[in-house]
Every structure is written in structure tokens, then in C-alpha cells.
């Protein structure tokens, strides 16, 4: 059985990372977007950051630009934007597709271990639903992420344990994070 430490990614740089290089930790990886609705994520997502990394967490975020355009920069652009709105601290990764023919073979991993159940119940729900449908239609059967800042949980072996649509409230992202570590 594979685990998250089988995969290779590219930093920001474009320099191959091992994931290999994070055994032993509690690992949150999210694929992220500057200008969506859910980037205030990043607020919660850096507290949780600067509380729990000397517990052995690490987030990584990995740009995407695959839903409504919402990221659209390069990798300067989107880490400077992290960095000086959200003083964000935790490792980012090279811009990636994470659905259709061209996905990081990471997220093809990480939605297969935990498929998509849904964004949850109520209109708010069935909004985002419908329009993540009509964005991610264009990717047939390999429209593995729905959304951006879908969360998936790693724990220290390696193995996805779970994921977290951007609908769930950050508390629960959070304490789940806590049990893990």
C-alpha cells in the first residue's frame, strides 16, 4: 500500500521535494487559491500552524488555479500574497492541477484514499454543489477535488486518515489535527 511519503512534488522554486523528507509528522495538505471565497482559510490554517508545529504538524499548501480561475499568479505572486495578507509560515509548493488529465499524481492519491461525500446540507451547500459541478463537468471522472482548500489529514505513518471539503468548519479541522498528533 502507498502512502503520502511515496510522492515527489515541486517546491515554489521548482526544486523536487520528497515527501519522504515529513515522516513522522502529522501532515494537513491543501490545495489552496488567493482569491476564492475560502481563502480566509488561511487565517485558522496559520494559527493552528504556529501552535501545533513544534508538536510535529506541518501544512502543506499547493496553489491551484482549476476552479473559477481563483489562482491566478505564479508562484512569487501567490507566496507574497500569503505571506504579507495572511503572514502564513507554512511550506508552499509549486502551482499544480489537482483534477483532469494533467493532476498531481499526489491528489490523485490523497482523493482516492478519501473520496468526496459531499459539501455538507443547506441552500449554502447546494450552492457551492452546483457550482462546483458545472466547473468541475470539463474533468469527468477525474474531478477529484471539488473545490479549493480541500484539507486532507495525514497522520505520522503516512496514511490519509481524512479530508475536509472547505464547508467544514476549521474547529473540527483543528481538533482533528489535535488527535492525530
Same mark, same amino acid.
Given at each position: 500500500?502507498?502512502?503520502?511519503?511515496?510522492?515527489?512534488?515541486?517546491?515554489?522554486?521548482? &526544486?523536487?521535494?520528497?515527501?519522504?523528507?515529513?515522516?513522522?509528522?502529522?501532515?494537513?495538505?491543501?490545495?489552496?487559491?488567493? *482569491?476564492?471565497?475560502?481563502?480566509?482559510?488561511?487565517?485558522?490554517?496559520?494559527?493552528?500552524?504556529? #501552535?501545533?508545529?513544534? $508538536?510535529?504538524?506541518?501544512?502543506?499548501?499547493?496553489?491551484?488555479? $482549476?476552479?473559477?480561475?481563483?489562482?491566478?499568479?505564479?508562484?512569487?505572486?501567490?507566496?507574497?500574497?500569503?505571506?504579507? @495578507?495572511?503572514?502564513?509560515?507554512?511550506?508552499?509548493? =509549486?502551482?499544480?492541477?489537482?483534477? %483532469? #488529465?494533467?493532476?498531481?499524481?499526489?491528489? !490523485?492519491?490523497?482523493?482516492? #484514499?478519501?473520496?468526496? #461525500? %459531499?459539501?455538507?446540507?443547506?441552500?449554502?451547500?447546494?450552492?457551492?454543489?452546483?457550482? =462546483?459541478?458545472?466547473?468541475?463537468? @470539463?474533468? *469527468?471522472?477525474? =474531478?477529484?477535488?471539488?473545490? &479549493?482548500?480541500?484539507?486532507?489529514?495525514?497522520?505520522?505513518? *503516512?496514511?490519509?486518515?481524512?479530508?475536509?471539503?472547505?464547508? !467544514?468548519?476549521?474547529?473540527?479541522?483543528?481538533?482533528?489535527?489535535? =488527535?492525530?498528533?
Amino acid at each position: 500500500m502507498s502512502t503520502v511519503y511515496d510522492f515527489k512534488v515541486l517546491d515554489r522554486k521548482g &526544486n523536487e521535494v520528497s515527501l519522504s523528507d515529513y515522516k513522522g509528522k502529522v501532515l494537513l495538505i491543501v490545495n489552496t487559491a488567493t *482569491g476564492c471565497g475560502f481563502t480566509p482559510h488561511y487565517d485558522p490554517l496559520e494559527a493552528m500552524y504556529k #501552535e501545533m508545529r513544534d $508538536q510535529g504538524f506541518e501544512i502543506l499548501d499547493f496553489p491551484c488555479n $482549476q476552479f473559477a480561475n481563483q489562482a491566478p499568479g505564479d508562484a512569487d505572486e501567490i507566496h507574497d500574497f500569503c505571506t504579507l @495578507k495572511f503572514g502564513t509560515e507554512f511550506p508552499q509548493f =509549486a502551482k499544480i492541477d489537482v483534477n %483532469g #488529465e494533467t493532476a498531481d499524481p499526489l491528489f !490523485v492519491f490523497l482523493a482516492t #484514499e478519501k473520496p468526496f #461525500e %459531499g459539501f455538507g446540507k443547506g441552500i449554502k451547500f447546494a450552492a457551492l454543489n452546483k457550482f =462546483a459541478d458545472m466547473n468541475n463537468k @470539463k474533468f *469527468g471522472d477525474k =474531478a477529484y477535488i471539488k473545490w &479549493n482548500f480541500t484539507k486532507f489529514l495525514i497522520d505520522r505513518e *503516512g496514511n490519509v486518515i481524512s479530508r475536509f471539503e472547505p464547508t !467544514v468548519e476549521m474547529d473540527e479541522v483543528k481538533e482533528a489535527v489535535k =488527535a492525530a498528533l
